[in-house]
């Protein structure tokens, strides 16, 4: 989920569980990394105590942000075990279980906040899982994404190597209509795609250049495909902040 995004290949050992990424991202694996979360948390303001739920969580790097740095109560699921035993050591204080968010398994109205950065373009219906954030929130209660989107046509054909949300991505409308059918009605909207720039320009600047880093996972000819299809894939990067009404029918 989140800790894959950008990064899942067809390699016998998931992109994201590989140490070269998670020292290039310091371990958030995703665009804008802990600031980017602690800026969002912030412009939420939730209540010291209130519980909120990491979809995706990963190696735990923002579950353990949610406790220390905002007094939040965290609880975090991913669908990968190897992830869930690096959260139960960077965030010991979190509830950890494993799924995805396509069955998320709390009540109704458990949470004040969710959180699902880089996890969206992943699941296989954007819907259902939209529709079980909204479930498990309190009435009020917001929802941060942070995902890619396509601003073209799919990419589905340009990059048969990577099963990953670059191939997945949708459009940024269907995005906030699938919002909206939901229940939930948008705070904040903002393009951010200035971070996947910030990130290519990591890559590069760490293995030389962006086919050097997925040499590193798959054969030379299809790093060359890769590489060459990213340069010109009309994606972006937005980050959202939406609201639990108090009804939804």
Same mark, same amino acid.
């Given at each position: 989920m989140r800790t894959n995004c950008l990064f899942r290949t067809s390699t016998p050992i998931p992109l994201y569980e590989q140490d070269e990424l998670h020292a290039l991202t310091g371990g958030t694996l995703r665009p804008g990394g802990k600031e980017l979360t602690r800026e969002l948390l912030g412009f939420c303001q939730f209540a010291p105590g209130s519980a909120v739920l990491d979809i995706g969580c990963g190696p735990g790097h923002s579950l353990e942000l949610l406790a220390r740095n905002f007094g939040l109560r965290p609880s975090g699921i991913d669908p990968s075990p190897a992830m869930l035993a690096k959260a139960a050591q960077q965030a010991p204080m979190a509830e950890l279980r494993q799924g995805t968010a396509a069955s998320l398994p709390? !009540? $109704?109205?458990?949470? $004040?906040? #969710? +959180? @699902? !950065? @880089? #996890?969206?373009? +992943?699941? !296989? $219906? %954007?819907? #259902?899982? /939209?529709?079980? %954030?909204?479930? #498990? +929130? *309190? =009435?009020?209660?917001?929802? &941060? /994404?942070?995902? &890619?989107? @396509? *601003?073209?046509?799919? /990419?589905? =054909?340009?990059?048969? !190597?990577? *099963?990953s949300c670059i191939n997945r991505a949708l459009p940024l409308e269907t995005i906030t209509e699938g919002l909206l059918r939901a229940g939930f009605s948008l705070t904040l909207l903002r393009d951010r795609s200035d971070l996947l720039k910030q990130l290519a320009g990591q890559i590069i600047f760490s293995y030389g250049s962006l086919e050097k880093f997925w040499a590193l996972f798959m054969d030379s000819e299809a790093a060359h495909r890769t590489s060459c299809a990213l340069a010109t894939a009309p994606l972006g990067y937005y980050i959202l902040i939406a609201e639990k009404g108090g009804f939804h029918g």
């Open positions: 709390w !009540e $109704d109205g458990t949470f $004040d906040g #969710v +959180l @699902c !950065e @880089c #996890v969206l373009s +992943l699941t !296989e $219906d %954007m819907h #259902v899982s /939209l529709s079980e %954030m909204h479930r #498990v +929130l *309190k =009435a009020g209660g917001r929802l &941060i /994404l942070t995902d &890619i989107y @396509c *601003k073209q046509l799919s /990419l589905q =054909a340009r990059l048969p !190597e990577l *099963k």
